[in-house]
């Protein structure tokens, strides 16, 4: 009996790779998500912590001088709008998430399709392999037999 083949492997394996570089985009997304994440923490701990700053000097009764606050005043403009930026981008990311993911199931499935399929024509093909060897073992053994057969009949 000749080995088993499955005809549509190459198919397999290029849906594999499919949903493999699915998987990788999604990742992708996900490295992006975090990075926005980071930078809206770091504008946020820096601008509390020129804040912190700045009431600290002021509980110790220390002068302020205006341009520092005019500085401060700017600097939560800029992080409010950066922010707002940056959450903009959060939420179009999510939502490219979203879609990635439902991407990487249907990449997945049609994997799983096919590899079911293989899995359906080796069994298949297993069954049709062990009714040869079967018939084979079958008919070795009537061979077997007959020849001990003729000896027999020979010796009498």
Known sequence: ?????????????????????????????????????????????ELAGGEEALLAAAR?????????LAFLEEFRRYVRGRRRELRGSETELEWRIS????????????VRILE?????????????ADREASRLADELFLVHKARGMEGSLLEG
């Open 60 to 68: 110790k009764g220390e002068a302020v001088d205006p341009r520092t």
């Open 1 to 45: 009996m000749k080995r088993f083949t499955f005809p549509l492997e190459r198919v397999l394996r290029w849906r594999r790779t499919q949903a493999e570089l699915e998987e990788a985009r999604l990742a992708e997304l996900f490295g992006e998500l975090e990075r926005i994440r980071r930078e809206i923490a770091a504008l946020e701990r």
């Open 116 to 128: 079911k399929f293989k899995e359906k024509k080796f069994g298949e093909w297993r069954l049709a």
């Open 99 to 110: 879609e990635q993911r439902k991407a990487l199931v249907e990449a997945r499935r049609r």
